[in-house]
């Protein structure tokens, strides 16, 4: 099998973009980029030194890998799209069963990065953990090739483990900057700004990476401190969907350590 060296990328998204940059940094050729939005297309294209593809058909050109990194739902539709291809198709989704591409391509799997992205920032992806599947052991050996050169930590998952692990990080990243979020919003209200916050959020952070968290939780819910509670949620009335998500977390939290 023909080691990995062009990677097209169907998709300009948070993913999209920084697997493009990263991968062109270490020394992979991104042979071309496609996006139903062309403008997006073009920019991704001009930033990792790119071509940009108004037709998605021609990704297969040249190319030993292609990444679908677009948003779940469509994952399946842009892979039908592709046309007929010999190399290998991955998708970057966390929740999608790698058999989406059965019947569609020969040679396909999964190349799933467990980190935030964002457009704006981009991430260096030199530590972030890489979950890989494929339809083969000679293309999963190529995916862990190709990989080993973005990052030191490289793993196997199938699509059960990785739905967990996606669950996971959404209640890891996205609900626990839900919760940064509403924090702001009542560090706001009380007067105060924000940094205020900001020794609480590293120091409960750092605890997070260095022990169990489970050790560490501290707050009135773990103390099962009701009349502290019952003051908070009465002080959110003007806020009645944050007094009933106070309410919900701190039940769990209290039964947690019953």
């Known amino acids: 099998m023909k080691s990995i060296k062009n990677i097209a990328i169907a998709g300009t998204g948070n993913v999209a973009t920084n697997l493009a940059r990263n ?43 292609i990444i679908i ?22 998708h970057t989704a966390g929740s999608v069963n790698m058999n989406i591409f059965q019947g569609i391509f020969k040679q396909y799997g999964v190349l799933y990065p467990l980190q935030t992205m964002s457009k704006e920032i981009q991430v260096s992806l030199s530590e972030v953990p890489f979950f890989l599947e494929a339809s083969s052991e000679d293309t999963l050996l190529e995916l862990k090739k190709a990989t080993h050169i973005l990052s030191s930590k490289v793993y196997e998952a199938d699509s059960r483990q990785r739905m967990l692990m996606h669950t996971a990080a959404v209640f890891t990243g996205n609900y626990s900057n839900l919760m940064y979020i509403i924090g702001n919003e009542l560090i706001y209200l009380s007067g105060m700004q924000p940094e ?47 007094a009933e998500l106070y309410r919900l977390l701190a039940n769990i939290i209290i039964k947690k350590y019953e």
């Open 69 to 90: 990194a677009v948003t779940d739902s469509a994952i399946e539709l842009v892979a039908r799209s592709i046309g007929e291809y010999d190399g290998i198709v991955v």
């Open 196 to 242: 205020v916050l900001f020794p609480l959020i590293m120091e409960t952070s750092h605890k997070a990476v260095t022990g169990d968290p489970l050790q560490y939780q501290t707050g009135p819910a773990r103390r099962n401190d009701s009349i502290t509670i019952e003051k908070h949620i009465k002080a959110l009335a003007s806020l009645p969907e944050y």
């Open 23 to 65: 991968l062109s940094l270490n020394g992979f050729n991104i042979s071309g980029i496609w996006s139903r939005n062309f403008a997006n297309a073009q920019t991704l294209a001009y930033s990792c030194g790119s071509v940009a593809y108004s037709e998605i058909m021609y990704l297969t050109i040249k190319a030993d890998l």
